[in-house]
């Protein structure tokens, strides 16, 4: 019978190092009958192959980390190890990947490739890893809304599959809180049943009415109960496999944000109430300040029934506030005047950094206010006069500082270096611990008292060893409190860190590139922190990431690194993982992030690790040199660089744009990256004939988005002609019928391509969507009529990945348009390449009336698309592929070969 008993360990949470490696214990212990079905579950058979068992150590390992060790047993079994069931399913995990040569993959993100070997592989000699720190993590809030979503419970149980076996024991787990908030507003506080549903966004939106409130609630809504009391009934069984796996679930507090019907009725809108959001955002939203009573009252309430439904991992994460630009944290803020600075000993420089350039100036800071006033970038003589004077609290934006090719030392603000263009030989120097450096913050003593309301509520609940854990992307959030980063920003944040106990706020670290924000905030007082790379908006596609710098992660951190000089020992990595908005793109990134959790170095040839890899998803057992080039130019271009965290190629935009240096043609050449791009792709299509057929999932899938990218990137150029040609004053009807007509033709071209493998199917999402609505009939008084709930969950999928906000009349076009876009079979040629054509026929009426082209009229006519598109449930799209892969690509990379005739090897 299984085991069913979890242990919950409730030990305080410190911040002690040991062997170089925090020491943190392990949250959940979980329990071995769970790994057993796991292994079922995902190779029926498997089990009677491993020998589990839960230790409190492993040999060589020191005691408190958390750990795990393969051998070999009796009868050719292998012996599983382990401090928890995280562990276990980790070390199962490295097992299946290292000696099996199977894949594990995201159904949706990079396939899988899961067999019973004949003869299950020694281990051989006897092998043992320890976590490089505490927590593995996996999402943020917004992925629950761009991936995660739609999905039932039988996706949930293999995605939580995927997540044991990868390692993680650490995520976001919002799934169900709107019923707990309805249950709170609604029986408690006399906010009526529309009130609560009116004001709560649609299902494809709920990250923003779940504190990301910056476009507004009531999106897409009203929320239909029956998805309220679904989903609440889904969170059961997600966090119960969490504990069975022994992953901790960050479940959400109270954050101080509500309906505006909730200050109304408890008589909270005075001046010292809640402040009311901003009209035409979120109006309808009040922000209730921790000090306001109102809040303590909620927060409690909250508490008693989230636990009370759910129960508790002691981990809960309060994004506090994102705010909008309304004033709460705004009021009272320490003054910096008074702040000393520290001294410059404590100021941590980087080495030179040849061939690259700081971006923006840095200002001069005027003594009376405290701010920076604008100024040409301030220049010196000499690199040491400079770096003293970029230490200073004169200049409090400078970040470093960079050498001119005159000669002059400038100092910067920008917080990376860029790739110095046109070789202009410059070089620049970073100060890595900016705050550290520059003040002695003390905690703001009105964001400390809403802090110790805020932990308070948490406390009083759920003991005194609970966590809070917050979104460090705050301190990159305009109209943030906490933005831009700055003393008093910091100082705020300082007042949030001092209301918890020590080491039990911890932040999550979410630079878009894995950079670390610790570098600059961590040094000022001490905080944990679970570095993560945030990487991609929207769930976009797009291959990118220059994984040098993410193989770093966290090794160059405390307590695995020393300590930076001047920073607070306390400032410790306890965590590493990626927090994108969206899932479902660049396996190879990810997966690299994810081994570091069982790692004691990074990766000494990431080249090697990107060919192992390749090998091993395509089922092959000697190197082949295709497959070996492939991914040598892959590692070479893409993941040598950092693209912008949106897809700015001419697939989901019209026309391209915000798209990185490297990306595109210059010339109607194709860059550099990009021809290694190409290249890559027809070594893939090379590759075809030495492996397996039926080819391996992860071997279409890496081909199909290669070439996606390759032809992603040709969109570029080709949509910048187009929109040349209607920007003509005089329109030219050869002009726009050349360009319009290539535009078209590319972009069905590359519908056609992703057809044929499975991820890359629109179909797959709205069926989803449509399935989570089922038989339900109380999705009424939405914003097009009453609907049937597999309707308006189609509705809601369709206007996530499009216009974001639902067009929900032919004349106004919905926004922040394009947001989520998606490079799916499906929605390009349905979509995209027919918003192309009526670019073209609207070109091609005003250029047969003599007139320039119609922007007005083109608005509107985007609005009817978009609106007839997005409630169009008559239109079913396929769930399995068509057409195959191989030969498609190979008939799109001869079409389109012309295109790269300038690339070397050509």
């Not at 899961?114 to 992925?143: A, D, M, N």
């Not at 508490?303 to 994004?319: E, L, N, T």
Request: with cysteine; charged share 15%.
């Amino acid at each position: 019978p299984r085991l069913r008993a979890t242990v919950l360990l409730t030990a305080l949470l410190t911040a002690a190092a040991r062997a170089n490696r925090a020491t943190f214990p392990p949250h959940l212990t979980g329990n071995i009958g769970a790994v057993g079905d796991l292994l079922e579950r995902v190779l029926p058979g498997s089990s009677p192959h491993f020998a589990l068992s839960l230790t409190p150590t492993c040999p060589g390992v020191a005691s408190g980390t958390a750990c795990f060790s393969l051998s070999d047993g009796p009868s050719g079994m292998v012996l599983v190890s382990a401090t928890s069931a995280s562990e276990l399913t980790g070390g199962i995990g490295v097992y299946l990947r290292e000696w099996c040569n199977l894949t594990i993959g995201w159904p949706r993100g990079g396939g899988q490739r899961l067999f019973i070997p004949e003869v299950w592989p020694k281990v051989g000699q006897f092998f043992t890893r320890p976590r490089s720190v505490p927590y593995s993590h996996v999402t943020q809030v917004c992925t629950h809304s761009y991936t995660l979503v739609w999905h039932d419970w039988a996706a949930w149980e293999k995605f939580i599959d995927w997540m044991a076996l990868a390692g993680h024991n650490s995520i976001v787990a919002p799934t169900g809180q709107e019923e707990v908030q309805y249950r709170v507003m609604t029986e408690q506080f006399g906010v009526s049943d529309m009130e609560v549903r009116n004001w709560t966004n649609g299902p494809g939106f709920l990250t923003w009415s779940r504190g990301q409130n910056s476009h507004g609630n009531g999106i897409a809504g009203p929320l239909p109960r029956s998805f309220m009391k679904g989903q609440w009934t889904l969170q059961k069984q997600i966090l119960e496999r969490y504990r069975d796996l022994g992953i901790a679930g960050h479940q959400p507090a109270f954050g101080g944000y509500a309906p505006w019907a909730l200050a109304v009725a408890q008589n909270d809108t005075g001046k010292n109430g809640a402040t009311r959001g901003l009209p035409g955002k979120d109006w309808d939203t009040a922000w209730i300040d921790g000090r306001d009573p109102l809040y303590t009252r909620v927060a409690d309430a909250w508490m008693k029934q989230i636990i009370g439904d759910f129960g508790s991992d002691h981990v809960w994460q309060m994004d506090a506030f994102f705010a909008n630009g309304t004033k709460w944290g705004a009021a009272d803020p320490v003054d910096t005047d008074d702040v000393e600075p520290t001294s410059s000993d404590n100021c941590t420089w980087s080495g030179p950094y040849p061939h690259a350039y700081i971006a923006d100036c840095a200002h001069k800071s005027d003594a009376s206010q405290g701010q920076p006033t604008p100024s040409q970038c301030p220049s010196f003589a000499t690199v040491e006069e400079a770096k003293a004077a970029c230490v200073s609290t004169d200049y409090s934006d400078c970040h470093g500082i960079t050498v001119r090719t005159t000669g002059s030392v400038e100092l910067r603000s920008g917080s990376e270096t860029m790739p110095d263009p046109g070789n202009q030989n410059e070089t620049s120097y970073m100060l890595e611990n900016v705050m550290a450096c520059k003040w002695d913050l003390p905690p703001d003593p009105v964001w400390l008292a809403r802090g110790k309301a805020a932990y308070g509520a948490v406390a009083r609940a759920d003991g005194p060893t609970a966590r809070w854990i917050m979104q460090g992307w705050m301190l990159y959030v305009r109209g943030s409190p906490l933005n831009p980063v700055g003393p008093k920003e910091l100082s705020r944040l300082h007042g949030f860190s001092a209301a918890v106990p020590k080491g039990q706020f911890i932040l999550f670290d979410m630079n878009e590139n894995g950079l670390g924000q610790w570098k600059e905030w961590g040094g000022s007082w001490g905080l944990p922190f679970i570095w993560t790379a945030l990487h991609v908006f929207g769930g976009n596609q797009g291959l990118k990431g220059n994984v040098s710098e993410i193989n770093a992660i966290p090794f160059e951190a405390p307590p695995i690194a020393p300590v930076p000089a001047g920073y607070n020992p306390a400032t410790q990595a306890v965590g590493v993982g990626y927090t994108p908005e969206g899932l479902d793109q660049n396996p190879a990134y990810y997966e690299l992030l994810q081994e570091a959790a069982f790692k004691t170095a990074p990766e000494s040839d990431l080249t090697a690790w990107f060919v192992r890899r390749a090998h091993r998803r395509y089922g092959l057992d000697v190197q082949v040199p295709s497959v070996a080039s492939a991914w040598t130019d892959l590692h070479m271009s893409v993941y040598s660089n950092d693209g912008a965290v949106h897809d700015g190629t001419g697939v989901g935009l019209m026309p391209a744009h915000g798209y990185s240096a490297w990306e595109g043609f210059e010339n109607g050449t194709p860059k550099p990256v990009v021809c290694l791009v190409w290249r890559a792709w027809g070594s893939l299509i090379d590759a075809a004939s030495t492996v397996a057929t039926p080819y391996p999932e992860p071997y279409t899938y890496d081909l199909i988005d290669t070439g996606r990218e390759a032809l992603a990137q040709l969109t570029i150029p080709v949509s910048l002609s187009f929109s040349a040609a209607l920007g003509q004053k005089r329109l030219s009807k050869a002009d726009l019928n050349a360009t319009g007509t290539t535009y078209v033709d590319l972009l069905t071209d590359l519908d056609r391509l992703l057809a044929t493998q499975p991820s890359f199917l629109l179909g797959t999402w709205l069926e989803a969507a449509r399935n989570l609505g089922g038989n339900a009939t109380d999705c009424n008084d939405t914003a097009i009529g009453d609907l049937a709930c597999a309707d308006f969950m189609e509705w809601n999928a369709r206007a996530q990945i499009t216009t974001w906000k639902p067009t929900t009349s032919p004349t106004t076009l919905g926004e922040p348009n394009d947001y989520a876009r998606k490079q799916w079979a499906g929605l390009i040629v349905d979509y995209y390449a027919v918003r192309a054509a009526t670019y073209l026929e609207q070109g091609l009426l005003d250029a047969a009336g003599g007139r320039s082209f119609d922007r007005e009229a083109m608005t509107r006519r985007l609005a009817e698309l978009a609106h007839t598109w997005q409630t169009d449930f008559g239109n079913k799209y396929p769930t399995i592929p068509s057409g195959d892969p191989v030969d498609m690509s190979i008939a799109l990379h001869e079409k389109y070969a012309h295109h790269f005739a300038s690339c070397p090897g050509n």
